[in-house]
């Protein structure tokens, strides 16, 4: 079937991945096209497993070996033929495990933006040189704290953890960092050599004595005298503070055992010098608006936009007549701030005015991570490719469904399609086209059971979403369980909550 480029269609013949059983489909381009169906109908499978792996396998294929070799290839999907398709960019819910070091600052690319109003606009201590953009990221030679390289927390025993029964002598295992058995034994020995009575109760020895006991680098050398009875000459030992000999073993041992057990010793603490920032001290003395770079990160968007917008919104003429070449209020000034607060308005429309740029990004939900990459994608200034999403609507509250749908529209209208897996009947609504999945689960599915306009859905009496979209049948989409229990919860305040106390019913 040679393709016709005035036919505004993607055609799929004979697909048959998972369950799909041999679909024939057309789908419009430059629109938004909701792919239904029950859970495990098979609309993932014609969404992402067919069409979004074709255009990625077809996007490798163009690219030279070498660099194939470097990217971890999907299978080709099962389908005889796909013409028209368009290059696809997922925006998946959940795609590989994002690093700790990546926040929502760098998934945004907001961060690169205010590094730079830092680097440009930021106020200096008298006789400070001008810092670059990097030096106001932790993740870069010229940013990172030279005490924690950049991770902003420090590693080390604890007295607590080393010793969490102070009743015990040292005799009944009071040290519970120090090595058991005969290496225990011999430990003993050379601090009753020392002069240190190992049948005290721990909490009784003196401060100082306990101090050097578990935190020493000192290793005196003791002659441990054979015991009464016995043949050998005695010999020496060498003594470990209770640190030295978790610090050895981490650095050295190869049994993950005794290295599992040395961990629990060890505990992480905001390093001092940088506050658990991560920065240089000398980047940390910039501030814009009086605050420090680490102090913005840990703002809310919305009070980030409160900061930047009576900046932003000075007139260019004004700042123009500021005859400086840097501070708060230069044209390169209102210009950062300018696009920051467009940027992070559409953040706001998408309920996630709460999160912060420094939020590590393994704490994200999968809905608030792909809604931060829905947005971001709105600057790239792609045209001509197919998005492809995974219910861009999850977790949102349905009040803020009516901003998302006004994101995806403003991406189809610079000239891309959307195809949009989803279960939200609001955003099934506004859809150009449906791709209904069905009618079943597994076996049970993976039919086309209707393509086209969503008014044609209604008529079609074996399509559940048409029941549901139709108002044929009143439960919602999803099943649901009945609760027999209450979850009480109480003083909870994490990311967007605060201090909240309530109870709920629950299924399980
Ligand atoms: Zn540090």
Known sequence: MPHDPTDHFVHVRGASEHNLKNVDVDLPRDAMVAFTGVSG???????????????????????????????????????????????????????????SRSSVGTLTTL???????????????????????????????????????????????????????????IREGAIAAWPGAWQGANLRSIVTGLGIDVDTPWRS???????????????????????????????????????????????TSKSQMMRDKAMRFVRSLPCPDCAGTGLRPDSLEVTFRGLSIAEVN???????????????ELSEAAAATSMADSGEATEVAVRLCGDLVARIRVLLDLGLGYLSLGRSSTT??????????????????????VYVLDEPSAGLHPADAAPLLDVLETLKGSGNSLFVVEHDLDIVRRADWVVDIGPGAGEDG??????????????????????????????????????????HLRGVSRHNLEDLSWMCRCAS
């Open 41 to 99: 109908s098979g609309k993932s499978s014609l969404a992402f497993g067919t069409l979004y792996a074709e255009a990625q396998r077809r996007y490798f294929e163009s690219v030279a070996p070498y660099a194939r070799r470097l990217v971890q290839q999907m299978g080709a999907p099962h389908v005889q033929e796909i013409t028209g398709l368009p290059p696809a960019v997922a925006l998946q819910q959940r795609r590989g495990a994002p690093s």
């Open 364 to 385: 994200l939900s999968p809905g608030e991570a792909q809604r931060l990459r829905i947005a971001t994608q709105l600057r790239s200034g792609l045209f001509g490719v």
């Open 446 to 487: 993976g039919r086309v059971l209707y393509s086209g306009p969503v008014e044609g859905l209604e008529q079609v009496t074996d399509s559940v979403t048409g029941a549901h979209l139709f108002g044929r049948v009143e439960a919602p989409l999803r099943p649901q369980r009945a609760p027999h229990g209450w979850l």
């Open 205 to 251: 020895l003196k401060a100082k004595d306990r101090q050097w006991l578990l935190f020493t680098d000192e290793q005196p050398k003791v002659f441990i005298k054979p015991e009464r009875d016995r043949v050998d000459h005695g010999y020496y030992g060498l003594f470990w503070s209770a640190r030295a000999h978790v610090h050895h073993v981490l650095a």
């Open 298 to 312: 840990a703002l809310s968007f919305t009070e980030l936009v409160a900061l930047l917008r009576p900046v932003a």
């Open 111 to 169: 961060s690169n933006l205010l590094r730079m109003l830092y680097s440009r606009a930021g106020t200096y201590p008298a006789g400070a040189p001008r810092l670059a953009a990097e030096a106001f990221s932790p993740n870069t030679v010229a940013g990172a704290c030279p005490r924690c390289h950049g991770l902003g927390e420090e590693h080390d025993v604890s007295e607590e953890l080393m010793v969490p029964d102070t009743s015990l002598s």
